[in-house]
């Protein structure tokens, strides 16, 4: 493309970024914001009175640290686990002859479009049974729900693209299918685990339905439905609100920032849940 | 082989970690006690900290788990909960009449009668406790008293050369003179959101325009001359208030009185604190007055109470709610927001009169605080009403806040949605035993 | 190598390798790879059964009582719920709500998104920064989203508000979310902003492998720049674009969050999808066997959806 068409760009990459950017620029800048200064109108678009009173109050107030901390826990139990049972079954999928195989294939990609508020009621009664509401690895399982078959579906293509030649070598070498797995198809793999796994772990952290439900004592509560509860039926207040908005975002920024180029593998092959 | 026992040695790891994520095991003899309550401002939230650590200080075999939902989610939260098979042992300030009698009515509740002689019967405020008698038993314990009042800036009254308003008439003069959408202010917020406090504040107009929602018979009676005559008046006011309030509950009516936006808003004493914390330029202009009437005086009265689930740690849910009665306890609840509940108990009323707040704001506390004898609950409208074991359906199904959406927000004349509204209420209730 | 040689090929080699395992000993190694290949596949089917296949039938098993929130049994009342629920105005009403509310906010993330993808397409400087910029609603949790655009919409003291009346635009505040003629269009913004970037993406990374010689073959031709685009890049990513389409459709449609949290399906019932029905059914108004029913008519819409998919991809084989 000729570059003489860049200066005509600029105005449209401009209206891109205020579309996509200014909500976040809001949120970071109400945060640091006091809460007179909300309410004004007209608005000041860069705060009057800069303070950090709601990030200390986030967390010397309210349990902020300890939502985060469970979100934490619970997600990354729940990518884990998604990730060896997923790739275990993927890795079938690419790899083996088994009779059914491509019918299986499809029942993942249905099990991945379930929607949530049809498991919601039967889970929370099963989980009664089972005495896993109210706990921690009970919401974990619950997020394989949608986790297990994305990590399938993504995973087995990725297995399909990594050369059959360096496996074939290792048997010939005489190590078993499962040596060759963990030997030459995992560190193959490595970046599209890492790409899979952070979806997994994305899905995981803005779930709310099943959060909601099956976790009821505070204790244990994870961020999405924690911070639905700052908007307190009496209360708003939006610096507080604001800060926990940005600090919950601040995760998956990081982690976005650090595999940018391999996002794609993930987007791409996963369809993408939202 | 070596290979395979690391794979499986992953897994494990894997299933260790996600074991290591449940909740720990406790002591046997502890008994774990999950503590339920709306009342989820952050200085509150400490409050009940607090209370719990001052608890674990003299009882040491009990452990309060404080759990939190808001006021419109809380019913459904219970429900979840009640599915799941473990509702929590004790709930506090639900103020649902209507659920906690139906759960009376299915034996889920512990009889807190017993309680009440241990603390001291007298020294309760009589008519509270008999609100929460329901089947022979006292389902709950009562501890605050509210209702909610007008509260007026004073400056943009003085402004305008009008009085604080007592009547529907004045005060729909007074929020028409006041709403100037170009400064960005509004006369009125009347709320018409899917929410209880929708709920509530078209409940009072029906009440002040002499209606009734249910008749002395418990028979339906929302498609009368009252209700059209209060429905039109309420979507009146309407005009005079933000053009958001199709969304209004609670913590909205509130927020734009706080924020300067509205020169009048319907709320309960909560506001003092909010003030307190967020605009304390407006106490000065501040003051409150009863709700004005068409033709009645009329508010609605509600409880914050303690409820006692039936389960294997009743006994020490029990105790713990007899901590929390105690004077010092009781008034350490209400200190966040103080002048938003009044106390059932006789002995904690003289701390609150201290309240440095409450000194200071006679113009705000006085009609929060002071008796009054027109205050309705929704589930005995008047001393002849029989106690309406409906309510609780009729709620569950948002009627008279769907009615006022249609009204304010659809545009449906008054007389064909108050009619529509009577025929659901009907059928919400038809099958409804006592 | 097509992925059927390559299996072939594979099996064979595994043949080998199973000879030369046994010779080893090794008890793994014993078992023939349609073995190995069930034993790797069961950790997944044993979640599927437990966490998904199970729920299903359970779900329908509900689905068939009446039963109160409060009641620890039932009613057998067989499809009493499903006749209730298509005699009932609400269930057409929030199905109608849902159709719409997903074909709106794939339509246009769909267009948007493509036109975001060819711009992102285009040299200019900064333009990874930007690229990775466009990623952010989308790593955003659900309830941030939510929370942000509460406070942008806000009538009182919201700055979208005050910039449209402030330019002149509109004379008084819209009441985005709680007017029942704005509030579905205030969620299907929101809706679109949050997953933009996935189409981005996907329609992107397309873009960047279409040969660049067909771009040049058709100016030698003398073909505009439109029907270029046309002829080109539209033939090039329309099979990206619908199956993207569908996938995305089908996730909108499931979507529970967004729309709950903004305005819990209200005013006036304008934006009560179906995901919504189900929780006040089962939560608002204890009636589980109903919101089940609503819930299990949902699966079979979706299992429509997917059959268009299936077939599609039958159709093209990749």
Same mark, same amino acid.
């Given at each position: ?87 275990? $079954? ?183 849940? $939202? | ?220 009676? +929302? ?58 330029? +407006? ?152 | ?198 189409? !981005? ?42 199956? !993207? ?32 029905? !189900? ?40």
């Amino acid at each position: 493309m000729p570059p003489r068409n860049a200066a005509r760009l600029y105005p449209l990459v401009l209206l891109l970024l205020a579309f996509v950017a200014f909500p976040l620029y809001w949120m970071a800048s109400t945060s640091l914001k006091p809460q007179t200064e909300v309410f004004r109108v007209p608005p000041t678009f860069v705060p009057e009175t800069w303070t950090l009173r709601h990030y200390v109050e986030l967390f010397w107030l309210t349990d902020f640290g300890l939502l985060f901390v469970n979100s934490l826990k619970v997600c990354l139990v729940s990518t884990g686990l998604a990730l060896v049972v997923g790739s275990l $079954g993927a890795y079938a999928l690419a790899r083996f002859r088994v009779r059914g195989k491509e019918a299986y294939g499809r029942l993942v990609l249905l099990a991945y479009m379930f929607p949530g508020a049809l498991l919601v009621i039967p889970l929370l009664l099963l989980f009664r049974q089972l005495g896993l509401t109210n706990s921690h690895l009970g919401l974990s399982l619950a997020y394989l729900t949608f986790a297990v078959p994305f990590v399938m579906w993504v995973m087995r293509d990725f297995f399909a693209s990594v050369p059959v030649d360096l496996e074939e070598a290792a048997l010939i070498d005489g190590a078993s299918r499962l040596g060759a797995l963990w030997d030459v198809v995992l560190p193959q793999a490595v970046p599209g685990l890492i790409a899979t796994g952070i979806f997994a772990f994305l899905f995981a952290w803005n779930e709310y339905l099943f959060a909601l439900i099956l976790i009821s004592d505070e204790s244990l509560r994870t961020l999405p439905p924690g911070m639905m509860r700052f908007v307190s039926t009496t209360d708003t207040n939006w610096g507080l609100i604001m800060a926990a908005s940005t600090l919950a975002t601040l995760p998956m920024a990081l982690a976005f920032g650090l595999i940018q180029r391999y996002l794609v593998t993930g987007l791409g092959a996963g369809g993408v849940k $939202g | 082989m070596k290979r395979r026992e690391l794979l499986a040695a992953g897994l494990l790891g894997g299933f260790g970690l996600a074991a290591g994520g449940a909740r720990p095991a406790r002591a046997q003899a502890q008994a774990t006690i999950r503590f339920l309550t709306p009342e989820t401002d952050p200085s509150q939230v400490r409050v009940w900290q607090e209370l719990i650590q001052g608890f674990a200080g003299v009882n040491r075999t009990v452990t309060i788990r404080p759990e939190y939902a808001s006021w419109d989610d809380l019913v459904r939260k219970i429900s979840a909960d009640l599915i799941a098979g473990a509702p929590p042992e004790i709930v506090a300030g639900s103020s649902r009449t209507g659920f906690m009698a139906s759960a009376a009515r299915r034996n889920l509740l512990v009889d807190l009668a017993p309680l009440v002689d241990e603390l001291g019967r007298d020294d309760f405020h009589k008519p509270s406790l008999e609100a929460w008698h329901y089947n022979g038993i006292q389902a709950a314990i009562p501890y605050g008293m509210q209702w909610p009042v007008l509260w007026c800036r004073t400056d943009l009254f003085q402004e305008a050369g009008l009085a604080l308003p007592t009547t529907w008439d004045e005060y729909r003069a007074a929020a028409e003179r006041l709403t100037n959408p170009s400064r960005g202010i509004y006369g009125a917020c009347f709320p018409a959101g899917r929410t209880w406090n929708t709920e509530i504040q078209s409940s009072i107009t029906i009440w002040a325009a002499g209606g009734h929602i249910f008749d002395e018979r418990l028979n339906v009676s +929302l498609d009368t001359p009252e209700v059209r005559r209060a429905m039109t008046y309420y979507a009146e006011m309407c005009r005079f208030s933000p053009p958001d309030i199709g969304q209004y509950g609670f913590r909205e009516a509130s927020a734009a009185y706080t924020s300067g936006k509205s020169a009048t808003t319907f709320y309960w004493g909560r506001v003092l604190s909010h003030l307190y914390q967020q605009a304390p330029d +407006l106490l000065q202009k501040t003051k409150t007055v009863h709700i004005p009437h068409g033709g009645k005086r009329a508010t609605s009265l509600g409880w914050d109470e303690f409820v006692v689930y039936r389960g294997r740690n009743s006994r020490a849910a029990l105790e713990y709610v007899k901590y929390l009665m105690q004077p010092r306890q009781v008034y350490m609840m209400m200190e966040p927001v103080i002048a938003h509940v009044v106390p059932t108990r006789n002995s904690v009323l003289p701390m609150l009169r201290q309240h440095e707040w409450v000194q200071k704001n006679p113009d705000i506390v006085t009609t929060l605080i002071e008796p009054i004898d027109f205050g309705i609950s929704a589930t005995k409208e008047s001393p002849n009403h029989p106690f309406n074991y409906k309510w609780d359906a009729f709620q569950a199904r948002n009627i008279l806040p769907d009615m006022v959406q249609r009204i304010v927000l659809g545009r449906e004349p008054v007389a064909l949605a108050v009619e529509k509204a009577h025929k659901e209420a009907v059928e919400a209730t038809r099958d409804i035993r006592q | 190598m097509a992925p059927n040689e390559a299996e072939a090929a594979l099996a064979r080699e595994g043949g080998a390798s199973w000879r030369a395992a046994r010779r080893a000993g090794g008890l793994l190694a014993a078992l023939r790879d349609q073995h190995l290949g069930v034993i790797l596949l069961l950790p997944s089917a044993l979640t599927f059964l437990v966490l998904l296949v199970f729920p299903l039938g359970y779900g329908i098993w509900t689905s068939f009582f009446q039963r109160h929130v409060l009641d620890p049994e039932g009613v057998w009342v067989g499809l009493g719920n499903y006749v209730w629920l298509f005699g009932n105005r609400e269930f057409w009403h929030s199905l109608t709500i849902s159709t719409f509310w997903a074909g709106a906010t794939v339509g246009l993330q769909i267009v948007l998104g493509t036109a975001v993808a060819l711009l992102l397409h285009q040299p200019f400087k900064g333009r990874s920064l930007v690229r990775g910029l466009v990623l952010f609603p989308y790593m955003m949790p659900v309830v941030s989203v939510v929370l942000v655009w509460m406070l942008l919409y806000n009538a009182l003291y919201g700055v979208i508000n005050y910039l449209l009346v402030a330019s002149g635009i509109v004379g008084a505040p819209i009441a985005w979310l709680s007017d029942p003629d704005s509030a579905f269009w205030g969620v299907v913004f929101v809706g679109v902003w949050k997953y933009l970037p996935f189409v !981005v993406v996907i329609v992107l990374a397309r873009l960047q492998v279409i040969p660049q010689d067909l771009y040049e073959a058709a100016r030698i031709d003398g073909a505009g720049a439109v029907a270029r685009f046309l002829d080109i890049t539209l033939h090039q990513i329309k099979d990206v674009l619908l199956v !993207v389409a569908l996938l995305r459709t089908i996730f909108m449609f499931n979507n529970f969050e967004i729309v709950f949290l903004l305005t819990g399906g209200g005013p006036l019932r304008a934006t009560m999808t179906l995901p919504i029905l !189900v929780y006040e059914q089962a939560f608002g108004t204890y009636e589980l066997g109903r919101g089940s029913a609503i819930a299990v008519v949902m699966f079979f819409l979706l299992i429509a959806v997917m059959s268009v998919y299936f077939a599609f991809l039958r159709k093209e084989p990749d």
